[in-house]
């Protein structure tokens, strides 16, 4: 059953990129990634357990619901968007910020990974960062501060990579500034997703992209995969990123097999939850440290795709929530084709979020994130030219009042 959905899935992708026109069409590259997922799976060899026919199911399934909001997303007319002032000075402080502050970022780093002296230092950094994302009460300021400058950092690259035309070497810092940043927290998924975005922006912006660019890119990132793999984890390359792509897939089914095997730790409602805890709520949110459960005769796995957040509501649900996920998703794609800089700022972002669910729910599950790189590409682009026109109003208004009062 495994081939069958496997090709069910081709095709499904082969209908978005027909409908879309673009690997950058949502659904498109929906079904695409998990195509690829169930492709590891088949050439994987007896590296994991097989796959049960209900999860199966499910992830046929959600991938129909995934095109269908898509498709209908095609229909509401979105109207073409004027093109604000680049918000150059705001990109050169933001850069300027983030390098003044990188030497402390740094010793923050190498204090958490002293408690760690025999382990790698990106090993253990990464090991530190997950166990704090995990426990609220080792949120110190420090945390909030260094976290809010890892999340500042690739969305600063993404804003200097569009506005790049006369700027290409501020361009290159800011996006040099986001790998270094994220290298060494020990990460493969953001920077992977650093990549993906720059990708989707490049697109958006140029209307094309050239081979030598898309080849760039993906001998980058396999690169940098081979390296964290031997590095970090102390595998073979080839087998790392199979299991990486194709585990996550078989965790989510050893739930679906025996619910209770890991506990629920992430829903459709983790975001709120969170939010609300902040906010000062007698509520608080489970953690979303996983813990690992047996993927293969001989491997582990702590990711449980997007699929994992939507079990307590069943299928059904599921399906409908991924269809409006992606009919909103669709709206922002065509609101970034109209020129729109905010929705190619966000969709970008937001492009790499769908190619990593098989890995988890990057859509609801990052939604405050999402919602934030919204507000602040707002407040970049068009900031400036209302505190412009607040002044000119202010202007004007207390001249009038200056002819006024000179005229009685």
């Known amino acids: 059953m495994l081939l069958l959905v496997f090709i069910v899935l081709l095709l499904l992708a082969a209908l ?3 409908l879309g026109k673009s690997i ?4 498109f590259v929906y079904c695409a990634t998990w195509t ?3 492709f590891c799976l088949l050439v994987s060899g007896n590296m994991f357990f097989a796959l049960s026919s209900d999860t199966l199911a499910i992830f046929m399934w959600g991938a129909v619901a995934f095109t269908l909001g898509c498709a209908v997303g095609q229909f509401p007319k979105i109207t073409p968007s004027t093109q604000p002032r680049e918000p150059r000075k705001i990109i050169g402080i933001c850069i300027i910020v983030l390098i003044l502050a990188f030497p402390f970022y740094l010793q923050w780093l190498m204090g958490l990974v002293a408690d760690n002296p025999d382990k790698l230092f990106l090993s253990a950094a990464r090991d530190s960062l997950v166990e704090i994302a995990g426990d609220a009460d080792m ?3 420090q945390y909030a501060v260094f976290t ?5 950092a690739p969305i600063l690259a993404i804003f200097a990579w569009m506005e790049r035309k006369g700027r290409i070497k501020r361009a290159v810092l800011a996006v040099g500034i986001a790998f270094v940043y994220h290298v060494l927290t020990g990460a493969r998924s953001a920077m992977i997703q650093l990549l993906l975005a720059l990708l989707c922006a490049e697109w958006l912006i140029v209307g094309k992209l050239k081979i030598k660019v898309f080849a760039f890119v993906g001998i980058l990132a396999i690169v940098l995969f081979g390296l964290f793999a031997v590095i970090v984890h102390g595998s073979n390359a080839k087998d790392e990123l199979i299991g990486y792509i194709g585990g996550p897939l078989v965790a989510y089914d050893r739930v679906v097999r025996e619910p209770t095997i890991v506990p629920h730790n992430l829903t459709a409602a983790s975001a709120f939850l969170e939010r609300a805890y902040r906010l ?7 953690s979303r440290d996983s813990a690992f459960v047996a993927t293969g005769p001989h491997r582990e796995d702590n990711v449980f795709t997007i699929y994992f957040a939507y079990i307590n509501v069943g299928m059904f649900i599921g399906c409908i929530l991924l269809f409006w996920e992606a009919f909103l998703l669709c709206l922002i794609y065509r609101s970034a084709l109209s020129g729109s800089k905010i929705a190619i700022a966000v969709y970008s972002l937001l492009f790499s979020y769908i190619a990593m669910t098989t890995f988890s729910d990057w859509l609801l599950g990052t939604l405050e994130a999402s919602v934030k790189l919204a507000c602040l590409t707002a407040a970049f682009y068009y900031f400036l030219p209302i505190k ?3 002044g000119a109003f ?3 208004v207390a001249g009038g009042r200056t002819t006024e009062l000179l005229s009685s």
């Open 16 to 18: 978005n990129l027909y």
């Open 24 to 27: 950058f069409y949502p659904a």
């Open 36 to 38: 690829l997922a169930l």
């Open 139 to 141: 949120h110190t300021w």
């Open 148 to 152: 809010t400058l890892l999340f500042l």
């Open 280 to 286: 000062g709520a007698d509520i608080k949110p489970p």
């Open 388 to 390: 412009a026109r607040f």
């Open 394 to 396: 202010l202007h004007r």
